[in-house]
């Protein structure tokens, strides 16, 4: 009862993301699926996919660190082997689950979509903290500090060393800290949110590791398509790591504001939009300090007037399709159909080179070149991985 999340409402939201999406596919027969909303981060099977990077924002709005100023947050990641931020230091994953008990793979989900919540990184509503905290509206999550191992503050059970704090006390503290906003990175706890409070593509982290292809899915509400995260993620990667990002987004602008005008015009009499296979995508280049570049693959969610009958009927009847509001979360079966029938055609259209992607060939034979050199990015070969930071940067508060 005085655990700091026990009386938030992460718990809730992990329960329903983990029934909602960590499942065995059911098999044969059988007609209900397992449950594997209890597996551990450091279980997780790297050799039949991806290493899964989770990435959440580290609260820290009373910070000294001179550059985190203006920002109040850090980039705080979830993986199978560590666990932390420069900020904090890194932790292995096995140290951290044995000292916190509740943490496993669907509480680092929930913790990465804490969009709502008391402090929100870079998003902060700094007067709205205190009756956004007293209302109980905290998605966020207290964690133990990865600094606190290496000051060996607690052991590796997560019990305190010399603490003469009850659990109660405790408890009154973070819900102290969280209305106030007197977070740091120095606290024996650190209060983490959604990822999208600091670097909302989730790509940041990709870029520290010198990633060679990117393929980046931005599905932010942006209605009037000033990509604001992608202009946020530019400034990180420029100012934090020397790195630049050349990606040619203005045609995607275009093409959508186009087709909302055709759409507005036709007033729902149908007909061909003009200029139809428009692009949804964009590929660029990203420019590394050293080394080899790399390239983007950046997927907007738009639309460009060849997309089926639902989604311009859906987009028709809701002008703000498909930039409604974040704040909507309980979709509905035809709002839940034109989002992912969307997503399937602007992907689709993309690999098979019908999407016109700005920065890919146009004219006579596109199509098959523009295919080819999709293709030709994701068979290309995995070059040596350079060390990831967690296994350059002490285990310690800096």
Not at 210 to 237: G, H, N
Not at 359 to 378: H, M
């Amino acid at each position: 009862m005085f655990e700091p999340n026990a009386n938030s409402l992460h718990r809730l939201y992990r329960d329903r993301l983990g029934d909602a999406f960590l499942f065995l596919a059911p098999t044969g027969n059988e007609e209900q699926v397992n449950s594997v909303d209890r597996m551990k981060l450091s279980a997780i099977n790297v050799v039949k996919s991806p290493y899964l990077l989770i990435n959440t924002a580290l609260n820290i709005q009373r910070s000294e660190y001179a550059n985190k100023r203006g920002r109040d947050a850090d980039f705080f990641i979830f993986s199978r082997d560590f666990i932390g931020s420069r900020a904090t230091g890194y932790v292995p994953t096995k140290t951290m689950e044995a000292a916190v008990p509740t943490l496993d793979l669907a509480t680092a989900m929930a913790v990465s979509g804490a969009a709502a919540s008391s402090n929100m990184g870079a998003s902060a509503l700094k007067p709205m903290s205190f009756t956004l905290a007293l209302l109980n509206v905290r998605l966020g999550y207290w964690m133990t500090n990865p600094s606190t191992f290496a000051d060996k503050r607690i052991d590796f059970a997560g019990r305190e060393i010399g603490s003469s704090l009850r659990p109660y006390l405790r408890s009154v503290f973070y819900l102290w800290s969280e209305m106030f906003s007197t977070l740091d990175e120095t606290n024996d706890a650190v209060y983490l949110t959604d990822g999208g409070h600091i670097e909302n593509l989730g790509i940041y982290e990709l870029l520290r590791r010198r990633c060679r292809l990117i393929v980046a899915v931005d599905a932010e509400a942006d209605p009037e398509l000033r990509f604001p995260s992608l202009m946020a993620l530019q400034r990180y990667a420029r100012l934090d790591l020397g790195v630049r990002i050349e990606l040619p987004w203005q045609s995607i602008r275009e093409r959508y504001l186009t087709c909302c005008r055709d759409l507005s015009e036709s007033d729902g009499k149908g007909g061909l939009i003009s200029g139809s296979n428009g692009c949804h995508a964009a590929v660029g280049s990203i420019i590394y300090p050293e080394g080899p570049p790399g390239t983007i693959i950046y997927v907007k969610s738009t639309l460009t007037g060849d997309e089926n009958d639902i989604v311009l009927d859906y987009k028709r009847r809701y002008p703000s399709f498909p930039h409604e509001t974040t704040m909507d979360q309980f979709f509905g079966e035809e709002q839940f159909e034109a989002y992912r029938a969307l997503g399937f055609h602007a992907m689709h259209r993309l690999l098979e080179g019908d999407d016109r992607s700005a920065g890919l060939e146009d004219g006579i034979g596109a199509k098959q070149e523009r295919a080819a050199r999709i293709s030709a990015l994701f068979e290309a070969p995995v070059p040596a991985a350079l060390p990831s930071p967690e296994t350059t940067v002490k285990t310690s508060a800096p």
